[in-house]
């Protein structure tokens, strides 16, 4: 039996039985009538990454990695059954009074008191199982001679901070599979966003109420950030879809409203599409309802609908593309925008249900959305056309541009087989959208507006500064596994603000740095 220190270190060699995420002999042997053995994934060095299918192996080797049953958050430690593995209250009890019992005893006097607890679940039948695990209590003591039930009390109170820690834990990490939307939390930085926005509120109001607007001086100024309060009319401004003279907007306004409507009746409600458009409205469908599947909001009928019409017009009017699997996801940050600026600024959109809003409002939400939406791909369009051109160019330039910053960080991912595309392609794909909260997303896309000569160029940076802010714990990982997991997971959930405006000013610096020498772009055959 090796070390617990050599167990964790060496996780896929030794644990022999099925445990998430380990290939089976299925994955790792080939056919039987074949009798050959499928590649390693990875390769286990700069070779790995030329095979083709070795993500996909490696995909489909983890594919039950992320069991929304698995409990990878067990306070006791040592157990064999995870689901065993909860502390009663009871056995929080017990431990209280013997930490108590230590204490009476005089084992430590400086003020600091630690117990080792041992937590037996003894034999219940023939078929019963045995746990042991061990729990360590540390309370601190102001005095010597403490009353007992006083004791008892803070304790239970230390036991229930543990498992509410625990809880938090596994909501944070429920909430960060690979692939996964982060979790819709708008409410958790309203107060430093208007902190942080309101000096800016006064110098916003007078530039949208001026006669002629100043595009360039409201970029400036929402660079950095936009206030809650100013930000549908200003995404509204900044992505084109309403004029700079402040007469004709409201006209505008209920023009195009008129024919985002008019665009609805003619090809979304009618029975003669073709098979190319039934087969993209499929896609669709498929689509939305797995958007954001842990979020009420997304759920409701509603709002699935309005997405469906969005997207499906938009793909009927761009052939060149068509619909592509993550523009979907390019629709939510303006849908809750616009939610927001209905509902008021205050109020709480996890609770929100649109069933509460008028029609005249729904629809304001979802043509404005549309519209917008329309807009801001207008400069990356080449990314959804057929094999996704510009994806491609953009990961090899992220390539090039991160070996040239940072040979030590390229050198590491080479050596241990990953390809930029594998990991990179999702972030130019859907824009960050799916490794930031939400909030964080709606923050990061005031600057991408305000890019002067549009967002597609500065976006690369972006990915670049995101990239180099995980350089000391990628390379902490030695194994190809062992880097995928963390650039498939980062741990973005706790994120505010204040990343977002390092990281735009990190990508700032570095485009700056590299204006004068674009030949750090052209890629090398």
Known sequence: MSSSSEAGSSFWKNNSGRIPGRPTATSRMGPATGGGAVRGVGGGGPGGASSSNSFQD??????????????????????????????????????????????????????????????????????GTTVTGTMTVVESLDELKIDRSVTEKA?????????????????????????????????????????????????????????????????????SGIPRRMRAVTWRLLSGYLPTSLERRNTLLERKRADYKKLVQQYFHVDSRD???????????????????????????????????????????????????????LVTPFFIVFLQESLG???????????????????????DSFWCLSKFLDCIQDNYIFAQLGIQEKVNQLKELIQRIDGTLHRHLQTHGVDYLQFSFRWMNNLLTRELPLYCTIRLWDTYLAESDGFAVFQLYVCAAFLLHWREQLLQEKDFQGLMLLLQNLPTHSWMDSHIGVLVAEAFRLKFTYADTPKHLEGKS
């Open 345 to 367: 600024a205050e109020k709480d959109l996890e609770q929100c249900q649109l069933g509460d809003l008028s029609l005249e409002q729904r629809d304001i939400i979802e043509s």
């Open 155 to 223: 304790l239970a109170q230390h036991c229930e901070a543990l498992n509410h820690v625990n809880e938090n834990r596994y909501r944070q990490r429920f909430h960060a599979y690979p692939g996964r939307p982060q979790l819709l939390k708008l409410s958790s930085n309203v107060a430093s966003k208007d902190v942080e926005c309101e000096s800016k509120y006064e110098k916003f109001t007078n530039i949208l109420e001026a006669p002629l607007l100043n595009l360039i001086a409201l970029k400036e100024l929402s660079w």
């Open 58 to 127: 490696y995909q489909e080797s983890v594919s039950d990695a992320w069991d929304l049953g698995d409990d990878e958050f067990c306070i006791i430690s040592g157990t064999v059954d995870p689901t065993a593995a909860r502390i009663s209250k009871k056995m929080s009890h017990s431990a209280a009074l013997n930490v108590i019992k230590t204490h009476r005893s005089g084992g430590d006097r400086s003020g600091r008191l630690a117990a080792e607890v041992s937590v037996h679940r003894g034999n219940s039948g023939a078929g």
């Open 275 to 329: 098979e190319i458009q039934q087969d993209t409205y499929r896609q669709i469908h498929i689509d939305v309802p797995r958007m954001n599947p842990h979020v009420s909001l997304f759920q409701q009928k509603l709002v699935q609908e309005m997405f469906e019409r969005i997207l499906f017009i938009w793909a009927i009017r761009h052939p060149a593309s068509g619909y592509v699997q993550g523009i979907n996801d």
